[in-house]
């Protein structure tokens, strides 16, 4: 006899499971003939590449074939997020028989036959629906930010200990986020305070607060950089590196100087130095506050320069939790080093091609110094050197060749003007005094 399709295999058969019921139904002296997707629905077995498939879900699936397909990945998940936790205390040859056991029922409820594929489907699935549901959800609540209700559908489709150990990870960034901004405390207060808090969220989830704040920013990504109102987010530099004595006029009169008038203003930017809480002196250290990106980028141009006897740090400031704010600060600290070091390159490249030095005139140690300090200082650098070579060849030309009129030394005499220019500024260097001959 010939069988009917049943309920669960109008959706099809893999050709494993063919074989097997075409061997099964032979030994029972019976024919089995194979099912044939229906014309009006497509095939959910995933006939495309499992790039193409990891995309996007396939276009003309059916509801019931999705909620068939949905179905069958969560009861998987669900079965495998048991076996990690592994309740039983199963070996590991038991939790791998159980898991492919799970994963072979999944195969067959959802007529698959890769449950990754499956898998990778179900999590774009989730997070398609999520988007959708998002984006319906903004559409009824004007002022709420789309990221705000796509973390909010997110958290809806979580477990109920999941729910619970997203507040702690909440109140934990809170705390650390609070203490960050805390200008009263002081640097080992805020640590203590932060251990303190970090201890309390690992107790309560059983998670390390790293890894804990890490699943937290997965879960509920930053907000938007702009607030309720619409106002954005202002650009912030951070200035390190100050002297105690330097004041927030001197730092301001410092960019000006040297970027000018056209970027730097007093309505353009508002410096906030920062002091102890207690002695109410300076910490060495401010934020300055711009209008646009434009000056941001100017601004970091001052990375490296001097000013009350001190060579300056100038970065980027990074937001969101602690976490990502530390990534972030290190990926801004390696695009600018590497910035840095491409410029120095690139200026000491063009006096190469002006005739002006000659390769290897200069050796790695005082190339690997220029890094150290501002384009500006290294051009004015390179400027006096170059003039410097030019006058003392026309004196040995006049006066005849002669030792002390040589530079014997090039790499440490432009160390020396570099350090110079550096600390006594540009076009105020005191040119000629302490020469090296």
Known sequence: PTYPLS???????????????????????????????????????????????????QSGESEEI???????????????ATLESNPDNLNSKERRSAKKKAEAIAAEESGCDDVTVLMEWYE?????????NAAKEGKKKKGKKSNSNLASAVVEVLSESDKAKL???????????????????????????KRKAEAIATEETGTEAKELLEWYEKIVPPVSTEDEKGKKTPYIVFVGQLSYSTTSEMLYKHFHATLGKDVITKESVKIRLLSDSKTKKSRGMAFVELESPETMYE?????????????????????????????????????QTHYISKTMDEIITSFIKNGEIVPEELDEGVI???????????EAALKEYVEEKKERKIKRETLGEKEEENLRNPSAFLTHMLGRIAEEGIGNSSKGKGRDK
């Open 66 to 80: 999705i909620q068939t397909k949905s179905a069958a990945a969560e009861k998987l998940e669900e079965a495998l």
């Open 299 to 335: 601004c970091l141009k001052m990375h490296l320069t001097h000013l009350d006897g001190r060579r300056i740090n100038v970065e980027r400031t990074a937001g969101g939790g602690a976490t990502a704010k530390k990534a972030r600060i290190t990926t801004f600290r390696d695009k």
């Open 167 to 193: 507040q702690v990870a909440k109140n934990l960034n809170e705390s650390i986020t609070n203490l960050e901004k805390d200008d009263k405390l002081n640097a080992k207060e805020r640590r203590s305070a």
């Open 368 to 378: 690997g110094l220029c890094k150290r300090h501002s384009a500006t200082v290294v």
């Open 7 to 57: 309920p669960r295999t109008t959706m099809g058969k893999s050709e494993a499971q063919i074989r097997r019921n075409t061997a099964r139904a032979a030994a029972r002296g019976e024919t089995y003939t194979p099912p044939e997707p229906s014309p009006k629905e497509p095939s959910p077995k995933l006939t495309k590449t499992h790039d193409e498939n990891a995309k996007v879900e």
């Open 124 to 132: 774009l699935h989730k997070a398609s629906s999520t988007t959708n």
